[in-house]
């Protein structure tokens, strides 16, 4: 049961189950810097992921 | 999660507003927002003319993209700062901005290069007077202001726009903050008041929008922008305040929102009124911008010598 977070070029298995919010909180990364997207749409991060759902996160945050 | 307005499914949540909305519903209310926000603070009006600085990224692009859209006269302004960094920097956001222009016709974008204008590119610029530490920023800042003066006020504008979101604007704050620079304080807002004759006001309409707003507003229009940063931002610390503030923000709904709207609020009031420093400003013979010394202003002395010493290398 796992679904994958694509993170610039960073890969992460994560369980099927949760919810993209607490995945993207378990690999490390911020939920508030970050879209996630899915299927080329764009998701709410309360969405619970799917067996072999892949989300890509958007870096948000530019600085300079 | 549904939308707040019609009960599809929503494509964005903003905790901090407690909203949820679905695509047409967030490009409208996106829309509606930054309306609100140039009347607010009174940025413009649609009879003035507005220079919209764009870099390629989301934010300018997003900015020029939507008052075109509330049918403001936003013109772009495209600085060249011959950055490559192993990575083509600005020919691919030259790029990203020549593909935006093309794909809306009627609009009208200025260039500036750098490179053939003054005489160097930035980090050439930088290299040869020593200033930074290895980073052009502070040569790059300094010219970027010169060139979006100049531009507007060469070109009659009334209004300077830069794509400024809450998050640069939460960052910038934090660090001033951080280490008290009240006079800073005093001058940090949405609105800068034209501080002297032929200058135009510089005005931020996305001001009170979260980064990732403006980041969904981009691709939920499809704007193609240049995702890479600037190869010299690595380690700034303006995204190193990001990261603690979004922190935050994680834990905290609203922290961002609330420190940013706070600190207005006691703008507002006067809090940093005695900090205002009333400096006399005086005119530089050479480009005829103000600046604070007597004689030449920094970016023409900066420049001045950039071209001896790169003309002293070549021969
Ligand atoms: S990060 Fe790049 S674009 Fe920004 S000021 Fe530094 S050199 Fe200029
Ligand atoms: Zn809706
Ligand atoms: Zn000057």
Redesign the interface.
């Given at each position: 049961m796992s679904a994958k977070l694509i993170f610039r070029d960073q890969e992460f298995e994560v369980e099927a189950g949760k919810t993209i919010r607490d995945a993207i909180k378990e690999c490390g990364l911020s939920p508030e810097t970050v879209l996630p997207v899915r299927d080329g749409e764009l998701v709410t991060d309360d969405v619970l992921l799917e067996e072999g759902d892949v989300i890509t996160l958007v870096a948000v945050i530019s600085g300079g | 999660?549904k939308c707040r307005k019609c009960s599809a499914k929503?494509?964005?949540?903003m905790r901090q507003h407690k909203l949820?909305l679905c695509?047409e519903h967030y490009l409208e209310w996106f829309l509606a927002q930054t309306e609100r926000f140039i009347r607010k603070y009174r940025m413009f009006t649609p009879e003035e003319r507005v220079l919209v600085a764009v870099s390629g990224?989301?934010?300018s692009l997003a900015l020029w993209d939507v008052l075109v859209k509330l049918g403001y006269q936003a013109d772009g302004l495209y600085i060249g700062l011959g950055i490559d960094g192993g990575v083509g920097y600005s020919a691919q956001s030259y790029e990203k901005v020549r593909k935006f222009v093309e794909a809306r016709p009627g609009l009208h974008l200025e260039v500036v290069d750098v490179a053939s204008t003054y005489g160097a590119t930035i980090p050439t610029a930088a290299r040869v007077t020593r200033r930074g530490k290895g980073k052009p920023?502070s040569v790059c800042g300094l010219t970027k202001r010169h060139i979006m003066n100049r531009v507007a006020r060469d070109g009659g504008y009334d209004a300077l726009a830069t794509g400024h979101n809450l998050?640069d604007e939460a960052?910038v704050l934090f660090g001033n903050t951080l280490h008290w620079q009240v006079g800073y304080l005093a001058r940090q807002g949405p609105v800068l008041p034209a501080s002297h004759e032929g200058l135009a006001r510089k005005v931020k309409p996305f001001c009170r929008f979260?980064?990732?707003e403006?980041?969904?507003y981009a691709?939920?229009t499809g704007i193609d922008y240049i995702?890479e940063?600037?190869p010299?931002?690595a380690g700034?610390r303006?995204?190193y305040y990001?990261?603690v503030l979004?922190?935050l923000?994680?834990e905290r709904r609203g922290a961002k929102l609330q420190f940013y709207l706070g600190f207005l609020r006691a703008r507002e009031q006067g809090v940093f009124q005695s900090a205002q420093e009333q400096v006399q400003l005086n005119t530089c013979p050479t480009c005829g911008q103000p600046t604070a010394v007597e004689g030449q202003c920094a970016f023409c002395r900066t420049w001045d010598q950039v071209r001896e010493r790169v003309a002293a290398s070549s021969v």
């Amino acid at each position: 049961m796992s679904a994958k977070l694509i993170f610039r070029d960073q890969e992460f298995e994560v369980e099927a189950g949760k919810t993209i919010r607490d995945a993207i909180k378990e690999c490390g990364l911020s939920p508030e810097t970050v879209l996630p997207v899915r299927d080329g749409e764009l998701v709410t991060d309360d969405v619970l992921l799917e067996e072999g759902d892949v989300i890509t996160l958007v870096a948000v945050i530019s600085g300079g | 999660m549904k939308c707040r307005k019609c009960s599809a499914k929503a494509v964005i949540n903003m905790r901090q507003h407690k909203l949820a909305l679905c695509k047409e519903h967030y490009l409208e209310w996106f829309l509606a927002q930054t309306e609100r926000f140039i009347r607010k603070y009174r940025m413009f009006t649609p009879e003035e003319r507005v220079l919209v600085a764009v870099s390629g990224g989301k934010d300018s692009l997003a900015l020029w993209d939507v008052l075109v859209k509330l049918g403001y006269q936003a013109d772009g302004l495209y600085i060249g700062l011959g950055i490559d960094g192993g990575v083509g920097y600005s020919a691919q956001s030259y790029e990203k901005v020549r593909k935006f222009v093309e794909a809306r016709p009627g609009l009208h974008l200025e260039v500036v290069d750098v490179a053939s204008t003054y005489g160097a590119t930035i980090p050439t610029a930088a290299r040869v007077t020593r200033r930074g530490k290895g980073k052009p920023c502070s040569v790059c800042g300094l010219t970027k202001r010169h060139i979006m003066n100049r531009v507007a006020r060469d070109g009659g504008y009334d209004a300077l726009a830069t794509g400024h979101n809450l998050d640069d604007e939460a960052a910038v704050l934090f660090g001033n903050t951080l280490h008290w620079q009240v006079g800073y304080l005093a001058r940090q807002g949405p609105v800068l008041p034209a501080s002297h004759e032929g200058l135009a006001r510089k005005v931020k309409p996305f001001c009170r929008f979260y980064e990732r707003e403006t980041a969904a507003y981009a691709l939920l229009t499809g704007i193609d922008y240049i995702y890479e940063e600037c190869p010299y931002a690595a380690g700034a610390r303006s995204i190193y305040y990001k990261e603690v503030l979004n922190r935050l923000e994680a834990e905290r709904r609203g922290a961002k929102l609330q420190f940013y709207l706070g600190f207005l609020r006691a703008r507002e009031q006067g809090v940093f009124q005695s900090a205002q420093e009333q400096v006399q400003l005086n005119t530089c013979p050479t480009c005829g911008q103000p600046t604070a010394v007597e004689g030449q202003c920094a970016f023409c002395r900066t420049w001045d010598q950039v071209r001896e010493r790169v003309a002293a290398s070549s021969v």
